[in-house]
């Protein structure tokens, strides 16, 4: 069974810093992309950062929204992927969900979701 | 970036067929999937790469469409189904419709 863990959310500051982590188990990690997805509240899905596998040189790619505020990363032996987000701006605010990004695109499988908050 | 535009706000009721749409505003092939967020919850992948049944998912639940015309099927329609859904295309830099929520009459 998937399972995708996600952690480390809260409530920061407006211009502090949040690293998120997911631990994912019961697939093979390293064959697959991984995204953070995130949802305001209310609102609709956002793709916000993407990591590739190391068949695809651990390729990124990022939101404009996001762009050298946020950085993921993956380390492989541990089935983890991360989300390092700085500068965090109220706009940030939103459940983040750690996915899993088949061939060609879909979102297999999504986490539960970690709420961050940014608000002085 | 592609955008989406999904059909608004639908009300159904169990026993019927329906249909949500989503435009794209260029075209996407067939790289378009469909998603189920009930309240509370995580989305749910249902249809990959616009017609293909993701794993567990019921027959009743179908996909159609190429180029930027997409539509999403549900019939029959049951109580369980009332949700949210979103169509998101990964043809390029990646994104979602606005969802379009499903209400019983």
């Known amino acids: 069974e998937v399972q995708l863990v996600e952690s480390g959310g809260g409530l920061v500051q407006p211009k502090g810093s949040l690293k998120l982590s997911c631990a994912a188990s019961?697939?093979?990690?390293?064959?697959?992309?991984m995204s953070w997805v995130r949802q305001a509240p209310g609102k609709g899905l956002d793709l916000v950062a993407d990591?590739?596998?190391?068949?695809?040189?651990?390729?990124?790619y990022y939101a404009d929204s996001v762009k050298d505020r946020f950085t993921i990363s993956r380390d492989d032996s541990q089935s983890m992927v991360y989300l390092q987000m700085d500068n965090l701006k109220t706009e940030d605010t939103a459940l983040y969900y750690c996915?899993?990004?088949?061939?060609?695109?879909?979102?297999?499988?999504w986490g539960q979701g970690v709420m961050v908050t940014v608000s002085s | 970036d592609t955008v989406l535009t999904q059909s608004p706000a639908l009300a159904v009721s169990p026993g019927e067929r329906v249909t949500i749409s989503c435009r794209a505003s260029e075209s996407v092939s067939t790289l378009m999937h469909w998603y189920q967020q009930k309240p509370g919850q995580q989305p749910k992948l249902l249809i990959y790469k616009a017609s293909n049944l993701a794993s567990g998912v019921p027959a009743r639940f179908s996909g159609s469409g190429s180029g930027t015309d997409f539509t999403f099927t549900i019939d029959p329609v049951e109580a369980d189904d009332i949700a949210t859904y979103y169509c998101h295309q990964s043809w390029n830099s990646p994104t979602f419709g606005a969802g379009t929520k499903l209400e019983l009459k």
């Open positions: 996915t899993v990004r088949g061939t060609m695109g879909p979102f297999d499988y």
């Open positions: 990591i590739s596998s190391k068949s695809y040189n651990y390729a990124t």
């Open positions: 019961g697939f093979d990690f390293n064959s697959y992309g």
